[in-house]
């Protein structure tokens, strides 16, 4: 009793109390749930590049992590409100190796953004799904290994992407879609959604009618994630 009341002085009575608890609701939120009144973005997952076992002797290679958020796009309406536009950002670190000696200092970036295209026509980052093991995947687009910044293939650690359909990608084990050509917004604004009684809105993945090899266009949320977007 006598370390209740201590706690409960530190928290400055029952007003503290409900201060508490209302900031511990939002770590606590499922990984689904983005209050964007709270937070300004919504953190997806973390892709990484580590060397690999072909890597030997003095072949370059690259040591990278970085962390995938969707936010409200720059420049555009940042409310919960239906067609709002979203954006991927990626924030981490990478460096580059030749054998055990790094080829520069390690390299930090914030709110890069994952749409872009190199010299306005090429798309910058690629998300891959694999067929049987539904693991996500980013890599970089350009002149390989030795241009790449990021990595080649860096492995994500939750798989919150899929395809629609796997069968239109032949004998291949994965399939792909060019973030440049990939948009996120806001959708079901009108009630459907709703998360501990608050009305929200459904993310959705839109691919724009360009044709490019190597994209699919029926990229969409795994089955089981289904984010929700709340003020």
């Known amino acids: 009793m006598l370390f209740l009341k201590f706690v409960l002085a530190i928290l400055g009575g029952g007003t503290g109390i409900v201060s508490f608890t ?21 953190y997806l997952f973390t892709c990484r590049q580590r060397k690999e076992k072909d890597d030997e002797g003095d072949k370059k290679w690259i040591y990278s992590d970085l962390s995938v958020y969707l936010t409200f796009k720059k420049g555009g309406v940042s409310k919960v409100t239906e067609g709002a536009e979203l954006q991927l950002v990626g924030e981490g670190h990478y460096q580059s190796f030749q054998n055990t000696r790094p080829i520069y200092d390690k390299q930090y970036e914030t709110k890069a953004d994952l749409h872009k295209t190199i ?33 080649l ?39 459907q959604r709703h998360y501990r009684g608050v009305k929200g809105c459904s993310i959705k993945i ?26």
Request: charged share 30%.
């Open 119 to 151: 010299d306005s026509k090429q798309t910058w980052f690629t998300l891959s799904v694999g067929r049987t093991s539904k693991n996500n995947w980013l890599g970089e687009t350009g002149g390989g290994e030795d241009s790449s910044r990021w990595g």
């Open 22 to 42: 209302s900031l511990s609701s939002l770590e606590w939120d499922p990984e689904h749930v983005w209050r964007a009144g709270a937070k300004d973005r919504f």
């Open 206 to 231: 839109k691919s724009d009618d360009t044709v490019g090899a190597c994209h699919s266009k029926d990229l969409k949320w795994a089955e089981g994630f289904n984010p929700i977007v709340i003020e």
């Open 153 to 191: 293939l860096m492995r994500c650690d939750k798989r919150l992407f899929t395809f629609a359909n796997f069968e239109d990608a032949g004998v291949s084990d994965q399939k792909d879609s060019h973030l440049s050509k990939i948009s996120f917004s806001l959708g079901d604004c009108n009630g």
